[in-house]
């Protein structure tokens, strides 16, 4: 088998990270990537869907399939000792998305009174 097409990723971290329906999977070259460089990179995965101000959470499944939240740094080096392999789930401001952008958290929070963002 070659792997001349796709590269050799032993060893290598691959982020797959879910926005809706959509699902993305990153070899990362740089196994030191901090929160900041995690979170810009997926806003360049998902560029319709996730903008500088949206509140991210992210989250990852462990062995007994909860969803562990990924909030900092110190988080993230967490979730990469646990998996070569970090299969992440992108909540934004709280939600889960149905599928791409959902216009609900905008709508919602007009009709409950509160500004949008």
């Known amino acids: 088998v070659s792997t001349q097409s ?24 740089n196994e030191d990537i901090t929160y900041d460089e995690l979170l810009l990179m997926l806003q360049r995965l998902f560029p319709k869907s996730l903008s500088v ?4 959470l992210l989250k990852y499944k462990d062995e007994d399939g909860d969803l562990i939240t990924i909030a900092d740094g110190s988080d993230l080096m967490y979730a ?8 992440l789930t992108i909540f934004i401001n709280g939600k889960r998305q149905a599928g791409g952008r ?3 958290n905008t709508k919602y929070e007009e009709r409950a009174g509160a500004a949008p963002r």
């Not at 797959?16 to 329906?21: H, P, S």
């Open 80 to 87: 990469k000792a646990y998996s070569r392999t970090l299969s």
């Open 6 to 29: 796709t590269g050799d990723l032993t060893g290598m971290l691959i982020i797959k990270a879910r926005l809706g329906e959509e699902v993305r999977r990153v070899p990362i070259h």
């Open 53 to 56: 101000n949206d509140e991210v």
């Open 102 to 104: 959902s216009e609900y």
